[in-house]
């Protein structure tokens, strides 16, 4: 299980630059560089609470990845040892990426 650091600070999910989700999705079935990707587990922070969720952050997540062509990408599960998922002030899950995505050559 990959260990997580999440900067996406508007995610309802976001504790600390944790995620308190256990399993995330990332997206970008046919993703050339990490902004092609995204984090389809985001979920926009509806106020200013830390997060409507009852669970706790953990550094680790499991991690299902549709980015084909990553070198992490290994039967739909990611395998890098770190992730970060990046996009700060984002509104909707296209405007964040993994930024450990790097292309299968």
Known sequence: MPELKCTVQTCTH???YYCSLDHIT???NSAKQAE???CDSFEKRKSNTTSNTMADASSFSSIDCKAQNCMYNEGCQ???GKISVEG???CRCQETACATFQKEY
């Open 14 to 16: 976001n504790v600390d």
């Open 88 to 90: 700060g002030g984002a």
């Open 78 to 80: 990611c395998h890098a």
């Open 36 to 38: 092609d990707t995204c």
């Open 26 to 28: 990332v997206g970008g």
